[in-house]
């Protein structure tokens, strides 16, 4: 009989909030091709990473870890170990926990795992939406890494559940209770990637960036398609709630300068929306799983000091599913249709 475990995946964080710690990080995540793709050059997109943008930016991104870090370290690290000890007390399936970047690694949790004899693993991203700089960078570095490491091992995986009812029930189900509070306006801020990235990704060159309203268009292309994917994530989230078409918006965070970013910006419309008289906010990231640099720093604090400089009056980020019962719950479904089918579904 196999052995088997499965592998929940995330995206990583420093060690500590020390400049090199981070700068360490930010090396090893803006280094990823699949991450930052351009130059095509190795070496020079290397330069770009670590000379240019990482000298720069580690003070910085040092500064905003500091200002969300807990006593047991990384919100995103303990956050994601708590997951993996409730999932653990559902199953008697192995969980396994590892980042794409930094601790606990890739390899080093492919080698525990090869000792103790699993030759059956299931890789569970935490991720619900395919991107080429976060789904599937993590995939390939797993599948790369056990070719090395456990080459007998046979790895499957769960595709993006963006669209999945229990994925959206259980985000519904989390958000409720903030949106029974009185409130404007709902944005859906998602994690942005370049534009380029979009038609990159469509392998049919036919459809992304091309078809009048693509992300609303059928196409096989949406399987790989970030933006029709958060698309599609936020209809169905907004039926399944219950919402007033004219009270919500989607948005993205997070880019870098040089080039076209999906958009509308998240940071722009915080300015705006004051203006709008959309003063009282709800903001739900559901791009993340987990709370993480990118929702407690960016969006809680950084966000919430944006709106009501602009004339915001109140300001709510609703938290990710991250260890949340009906989370678990999710998770806990997954392996039980793993198992009992022999295969994912």
């Known amino acids: 009989m196999p052995k088997r475990a499965v592998l929940l995946l995330n995206l990583g964080s420093p060690d500590s909030t020390s400049v090199p710690d981070v700068r360490r990080y930010l090396s090893e995540f803006l280094g990823d091709e699949r991450v930052i793709d351009r130059p095509a050059n190795a070496f020079l997109r290397s330069f770009l990473v670590n000379q240019i943008i990482c000298r720069f930016r580690a003070p910085k991104s040092a500064h905003a870890y500091e200002s969300i870090w807990t006593p047991e370290g990384s919100p995103l690290?303990?956050?994601?170990?708590?997951?993996?000890?409730?999932?653990?007390?559902?199953?008697?399936?192995?969980?396994?926990?590892?980042?794409?970047?930094?601790?606990?690694?890739?390899?080093?949790?492919?080698?525990?795992?090869?000792?103790?004899?699993?030759?059956?693993?299931?890789?569970?991203?935490?991720?619900?939406?395919?991107?080429?700089?976060?789904?599937?960078?993590?995939?390939?570095?797993?599948?790369?890494?056990a070719a090395k490491i456990a080459p007998d091992m046979k790895i499957e995986c769960v595709l993006p559940y963006y669209s999945d009812a229990d994925y959206i029930d259980a985000l519904v189900e989390s958000a409720r209770p903030f949106l029974a509070q009185p409130h404007d306006h709902l944005l859906f801020s998602y994690h942005g990637i370049p534009v380029r990235h979009l038609t990159k990704a469509d392998t049919s060159h036919a459809h992304c960036q091309v078809v009048a309203d693509c992300c609303n268009s059928c196409s096989p292309?949406?399987?790989?398609?970030?933006?029709?994917?958060?698309?599609?994530?936020?209809?169905?989230?907004?039926?399944?709630?219950?919402?007033?078409?004219?009270?919500?918006?989607?948005?993205?965070q997070s880019r870098l300068v040089g080039e076209p970013w999906l958009s509308p910006y998240t940071d722009h419309l915080f300015e705006q929306l004051p203006q709008q008289g959309k003063k009282r906010l709800l903001v739900i990231?559901?791009?993340?799983?987990?709370?993480?640099?990118?929702?407690?720093?960016?969006?809680?604090?950084e966000g919430a000091e944006?709106?009501?400089?602009?004339?915001?009056?109140?300001?709510?980020?609703?938290?990710?599913?991250?260890?949340?019962?009906?989370?678990?719950?999710?998770?806990?479904?997954?392996?039980?249709?793993?198992?009992?089918?022999?295969?994912?579904?």
């Open 285 to 301: 990231t559901p791009a993340f799983v987990t709370d993480c640099l990118e929702t407690l720093e960016e969006i809680r604090v």
């Open 77 to 145: 690290i303990v956050t994601s170990k708590r997951t993996q000890t409730a999932l653990q007390q559902r199953t008697d399936l192995p969980v396994a926990l590892a980042m794409n970047y930094g601790n606990p690694s890739i390899p080093d949790v492919l080698h525990t795992l090869r000792a103790d004899g699993i030759d059956h693993l299931l890789l569970f991203p935490q991720y619900p939406h395919y991107a080429m700089s976060s789904w599937e960078t993590v995939v390939v570095k797993v599948q790369r890494e």
């Open 221 to 252: 292309s949406h399987s790989t398609c970030y933006k029709a994917q958060v698309t599609r994530t936020t209809h169905l989230f907004a039926a399944k709630a219950g919402l007033d078409p004219a009270k919500w918006s989607i948005s993205f």
């Open 306 to 345: 944006d709106f009501k400089a602009a004339g915001g009056e109140t300001f709510t980020h609703i938290p990710c599913l991250n260890d949340q019962p009906v989370w678990i719950d999710f998770l806990e479904k997954r392996l039980q249709r793993w198992q009992q089918a022999g295969r994912v579904t």
